[in-house]
């Protein structure tokens, strides 16, 4: 998986960004549906939090 750091002036990261490909391949794998309703939000939060710590694990915390 090819992932790509967005960050601020300040090098603080503010986001990832992933090939469609790679989003369509952990929609499938984690059974995330986007027409769910709104308060699924934590669900895809902590889904897309686990994919991210398999790929790089431990990497970017502290």
Do not use: H
Not at 13 to 32: A, C, H, M, P
């Amino acid at each position: 998986m090819d992932i790509k750091y967005l960050s601020d002036e300040k090098g603080k990261i503010t986001g990832v960004f992933i090939s469609i490909e790679d989003w369509e391949r952990l929609q499938k794998e984690y059974n995330i549906d986007l027409k769910a309703a709104a308060d699924s939000g934590a669900k895809l939060q902590q889904s897309l939090t686990e994919a991210m710590k398999k790929v790089k694990p431990e990497e970017n915390e502290g």
